[in-house]
Nanobody
Framework: QVQLVESGGGLVQAGGSLRLSCAAS????????MGWFRQAPGKEREFVAV????????FYADSVKGRFTISRDNAENAVYLQMNSLKPEDTAVYYC??????????????????WGQGTQVTVSS
């Protein structure tokens, strides 16, 4: 019974900040690479950020680089996404997901085994 539960979404003005959380249960959290993805209405789900098992490496989509920060706390079985300087184009449902590559990380949504239900982020102009 693996569960990933996102929280922290909401409505913010452009330029504002939001911190998303994802609480994991039912899996050996530290064995998974964790990623954040987002999906806007009518759009494909897109990669946002990923963090390796021990938090040693991160990688971001170009669209969010320098504005978003992914982090994790293995003791708390949680992964976070700090979003700063938000833009209207960041509006989407944000999902956390768990992957277990043999090494490194992957950015393809289909590679991820487990997904949360998503949390809505709306950025007004």
């Amino acid at each position: 019974q693996v569960q990933l539960v996102e929280s922290g979404g909401g409505l913010v003005q452009a330029g504002g900040s939001l911190r998303l959380s994802c609480a994991a249960s039912g899996l050996a959290f530290s064995t998974y690479v964790m990623g954040w993805f987002r999906q806007a209405p009518g759009k494909e789900r897109e990669f946002v950020a990923v963090i390796t098992r021990n938090g040693g490496s991160t990688f971001y989509a170009d669209s969010v680089k320098g504005r978003f920060t992914i982090s994790r706390d293995n003791a708390e079985n949680a992964v976070y996404l700090q979003m700063n300087s938000l833009k209207p184009e960041d509006t989407a449902v944000y999902y956390c997901a768990a992957d277990r590559p043999s090494y490194g990380f992957r950015v393809q949504a289909y590679s991820y085994d487990y997904w949360g239900q998503g949390t809505q982020v709306t950025v007004s102009s």
